[in-house]
């Protein structure tokens, strides 16, 4: 086995320097409760400090609070409601956890996720979140560039795309057990975006292991793209050459599609996409006007030249 040394309708969810790594709680000494309300898949509390390094990544934005990210969210697998997830996920194992890395790569294999973290620079990053249903968040995360995992599978000259798959378990995910989604959950990206640098993989977020909720032990985050695109509980990434499919385009391509970059200029079908309504403030929520692919544009726009971005949403 090779390892690493060193619906519907769609709704998703988003400081400080010192972040933890999920495997450093585990061997940490110092006793650490969590905060009320975060359910984890971990088998004590024990935890110990990382310093992760600051990212000029980062958005100078307030981050939302940890009571608002972890529990307003969607994660169908445990529930439709956005309570549900932080309700239903502490069922959930996170430990041990390995994630099957295969395809059009040179190093091919299951990977536990501890010989993953060996070798990846953990970083804060505090990213803006744009969900689909038009709402936001400022979420501190700590992570890791996938474009290092990818590096260190060695993806092969024809590779021109990424497919991940989440956890299906249904006897600790109890939405899977419905009909209504055909799991397990799957999404995609073209391989310039999984390379490009905002694009991370979470392992934490505010001076906690990733919540069960919130797609623990590892998630993507694409911070330009709606939220749907970053999928929760990954087990599995293969890297392809054709397009691979993606949950919420199956289901409904008229509204969501492959790319699904924060666009205020291209409405849902249902709804306008100009503004958003910020999470935060209960029933006097201020609505801010949305940003071309949520304020990274400066970062991003050039990996989308040439495209009709109103027909490529």
């Known amino acids: 086995m090779a390892r690493f040394k ?23 000494a110092a006793g650490l409760t969590m905060a009320g309300g975060i359910t984890t898949g971990l088998a004590t509390p024990a935890a110990a400090a990382l310093n992760a390094a600051k990212s000029k990544w980062s958005t100078d934005a307030e981050p939302t609070s940890l009571e608002d990210i972890t529990s307003y969210n969607n994660f169908y697998e445990f529930g439709t409601g956005k309570g549900d997830p932080a309700q239903y996920a502490k069922a959930l194992t996170t430990d041990p956890w390995s994630v099957e890395i295969g ?8 990977y536990a996720l501890e010989d993953i973290l060996k070798d990846m620079t953990l970083e804060e990053r505090i990213y803006r979140f744009r969900c689909v249903e038009a709402w936001s968040m400022v979420i501190p995360w700590v992570g890791f560039q996938l474009s290092d995992l990818i590096a260190k599978a060695d993806p092969q000259g024809n590779a021109k795309y990424v497919a991940f798959e989440t956890l299906q378990r249904p006897e600790e995910m109890h939405g899977q057990k419905n009909g209504s989604f055909p799991w397990p959950y799957v999404e ?4 310039d975006e999984a390379m490009h640098p905002l694009t991370i993989m979470a392992t934490g977020l505010y001076d906690e292991p990733l919540p069960n909720q919130n797609g623990a032990p590892l998630r993507l985050v694409v911070p330009w793209k709606y939220g749907f695109k970053s999928i929760k509980s990954i087990v599995k990434i293969t890297l392809t050459e ?24 291209v409405s849902h079908p249902r709804w306008s996409q100009a503004s958003h309504r910020v999470i935060g403030g209960g029933l006097f929520a201020k609505k801010e006007p949305t940003q071309m692919f949520n304020g990274y544009g400066d970062d991003v726009a050039s990996l989308y030249e040439g495209m009709d971005l109103s027909k490529f949403f």
């Open 242 to 265: 054709k397009e691979p499919p993606a949950t919420w385009n199956i289901i409904n391509a008229r509204e969501y599609g492959f790319y699904s970059n924060v666009n205020p200029e």
């Open 188 to 191: 995609g990206l073209r391989m």
């Open 6 to 28: 060193t619906a519907l309708k769609y709704s998703e969810v988003t400081p400080k320097a010192d972040f933890l790594n999920r495997r450093q709680l585990m061997a940490g």
């Open 103 to 110: 395809g059009l790569v040179n190093n091919p294999g299951s």
